[in-house]
């Protein structure tokens, strides 16, 4: 069965940076897109951008363009999100998901992230 | 790009049928297809329907989604306790070249 599982929970300083990792199985790593969703506590879904298993192309909301590199390793079938320049805005669960240029189908289990002086 | 609107809250009795909407516009919901997610408190989201009204396998035939020109809505009939959940729209949006959200409604059950 499709599992994403995601590394543990982080508690960061203001200023720092973050990495969450996502390791999938069940399924051809390189035959869908690693998005990357992010919740704030009480809030919505927020997009943050892409990677493309095949190639490493990535594409990122706006709001996160500069502050956010994604990349994944095709030997592991891992992909990787970080997050640098960290505020306490960017507290929140942040969850890796298998998709196409369309949809997400399969999410990981979803990581907080703490941000915390 | 402006997330797609949902109303924040929607409830009803058990038994009822509710139906939550969803407003995008023609970059998104015009041109692509809707997916409905149910979150339950401290889970992960959950696909309920995709191609704007298939379900997954697994998904109760009281889930049912349809879609109109730029807007869509989740109908979900024979409410049970069970169904208290927050509800997402989504659909890929030409720009940014990503997937667009809406602001999630809180279905309670009275």
């Known amino acids: 069965q499709v599992q994403l599982v995601q590394s543990g929970a982080e508690v960061k300083k203001p200023g720092a940076s973050v990495d969450v990792s996502c390791k999938a199985s069940g399924y051809t790593f390189t035959h869908y897109y690693i998005h990357w969703v992010r919740q704030a506590p009480g809030q919505g879904l927020e997009w943050m951008g892409w990677?493309?298993?095949?190639?490493?192309?990535?594409n990122l909301a706006q709001q996160f363009q500069g502050r956010v590199t994604m990349v994944r390793d095709t030997s592991t079938d891992t992909a990787y999100m970080q997050l640098s320049s960290l505020t306490f805005h960017d507290t929140a669960v942040y969850y890796c998901?298998?998709?196409?240029?369309?949809?997400?189908?399969?999410w990981g289990q979803g990581t907080l992230v703490t941000v915390s002086s | 790009q402006s997330a797609l609107t949902q109303p924040p809250s929607a409830s009803g009795t058990p038994g009822q049928r509710v139906t939550i909407p969803c407003f995008g516009s023609?970059?998104?919901?015009?041109?692509?297809?809707v997916t409905w997610y149910q979150q339950l408190p401290g889970t992960a989201p959950k696909v309920l329907i995709y191609n704007d009204n298939q379900r997954p396998s697994g998904v109760s035939d009281r889930f049912s989604g349809s879609k109109s020109d730029t807007s869509a809505s989740l109908a979900i009939s024979g409410l049970q306790s069970e169904d208290e959940a927050d509800y997402y729209c989504a659909a890929w949006d030409d720009s940014p070249n990503g997937v667009l959200f809406g602001g999630g409604t809180k279905l309670t059950v009275l």
């Open positions: 990677v493309r298993p095949t190639s490493g192309l990535t």
């Open positions: 023609r970059s998104n919901i015009g041109s692509n297809t």
């Open positions: 998901a298998r998709g196409t240029m369309g949809a997400i189908d399969y």
